[in-house]
């Protein structure tokens, strides 16, 4: 039968007790660009990269040693050319002819390590998608109790706008109808002959028609706060902020009076909304007035870049912004209560005029706007009211 030996895909090689290669098979010379004749007598370590000398000496060695066999070793032989080949070893230790000879097989594994760090990336892949998986959980339970909260203040949400369309059904009709009443009868008495009533009567019905006058107003500003939602109006479009606040001016057209109005910026929003903004702004400039002294009121305007998130920490999204300043050289007031005048029925002294109700509504308008609305005052020397609106 026909020696095969040489025609086996793999290399052999046969070493003696020191580690001396005995015999070569053709595809191990092939592989390692040797003749036979050159390795015949050489130590296996001339065919070991540094490394697998150490382990050959350090750990195959000994095992074949002990064992008398090994197997599927890895390690690295070199070509003639010194290039490394990554092999898969196995070795066998027998008596021959009263001597000991260890043979060794070895195939080369090119692709092995391309497998093994194609399996080591799959495996860090897959333990990055176990905890992305693992934060995709953590994300939806606290997605959850947020749902939660906002299940439940919308629920709140509901019930108080619930109790404020009530309010304003009463503000409309149950406080109007008496309100109407007194009117009537006062016009009826004011249609008596002048000696009708006493001088204290005529005293007492002027004080009437102006506490009704006064109190109709109190019941139509309260209904439109009330009505106001915080939710941005139906129609909106460009509005020309200058020509607005110079349509309003005509209508504070007192004596001792001056306006300066700049060039402002046109803004998005409901024009209805804004002219109700804008007049009870220059009516408090021009009634907060130092009594007998000119009054000085200045519009200005810039554009400016503001974050639109006002609510959301660490969310950011820069957008133009109207800056609008409406200042006066009026009776001012201490900074320290510049929250409060936009408090609804604030007053921060009885005898001033008013109701208590302009700026609060300024600040709905504003904010149903997006937007956002300051003042700044030193007792003396007047207020400077700022004003912030989405550029158009």
Do not use: W
């Not at 609060?360 to 956002?372: D, W």
Request: aromatic letters at 6%; charged letters at 20%; one cysteine or more.
């Amino acid at each position: 039968m026909q020696d095969i030996t040489p025609l086996i895909p793999c290399g052999v090689l046969v070493l003696n007790a020191e580690s001396h290669i005995i015999s070569i098979n053709p595809f191990a010379c092939t592989l390692l660009e040797y003749e036979a004749s050159e390795l015949v007598g050489e130590r296996i370590d001339r065919l070991l990269t540094i490394p697998s000398r150490i382990y050959f000496q350090t750990h195959i060695y000994p095992l074949i040693a002990l064992r008398k066999v090994a197997g599927e070793l890895y390690l690295n032989v070199q070509t003639r050319q010194r290039a490394p080949i990554p092999v898969l070893l196995n070795a066998v230790s027998h008596e021959q002819d009263g001597t000991s000879v260890t043979c060794l097989s070895f195939i080369p594994v090119y692709q092995r390590r391309q497998f093994e760090q194609e399996l080591i990336n799959a495996k860090k892949a897959a333990e990055e998608a176990l905890l992305r998986n693992d934060e995709l959980v953590k994300l939806k339970q606290e997605l959850e109790l947020h749902q939660t909260d906002l299940d439940r203040q919308l629920s709140y949400m509901q019930h108080r706008n619930d109790e404020l369309e009530q309010f304003s059904k009463i503000i409309s009709h149950d406080l109007q109808e008496p309100l109407r009443k007194i009117t009537l009868f006062a016009d009826l008495l004011s249609q008596e002959q002048p000696d009708a009533l006493t001088g204290m009567g005529n005293r007492a019905l002027v004080g009437i028609c102006t506490a009704t006058g006064r109190m109709r107003q109190l019941i139509g500003d309260l209904q439109f706060y009330f009505t106001l939602t915080n939710q941005l109006p139906d129609s909106v479009d460009t509005v020309d902020l200058t020509k607005l606040v110079q349509a309003l001016i005509p209508e504070f057209g007192m004596a001792n009076t001056t306006f300066e109005v700049e060039t402002l910026p046109a803004v998005l929003g409901n024009k209805a909304e804004l002219v109700n903004l804008f007049r009870h702004l220059l009516d408090n400039a021009v009634k907060f007035r130092e009594s007998g002294q000119p009054v000085a009121i200045s519009v200005t305007g810039t554009v400016i870049g503001m974050n639109s998130f006002q609510h959301l920490p660490n969310k950011y999204r820069y957008s133009d912004y109207a800056r609008i300043i409406v200042s006066d050289n009026g009776a001012g007031f201490s900074n320290q209560h510049r929250e409060e005048i936009f408090h609804i029925m604030k007053k921060l002294s009885p005898h001033t005029p008013g109701i208590g109700l302009g700026l609060a509504i300024s600040r709905k308008i504003v904010e149903r706007h997006n937007g956002q609305i300051s003042a700044q005052s030193t007792p003396g020397k007047g207020t400077r009211i700022t004003v912030l609106l989405p550029v158009a």
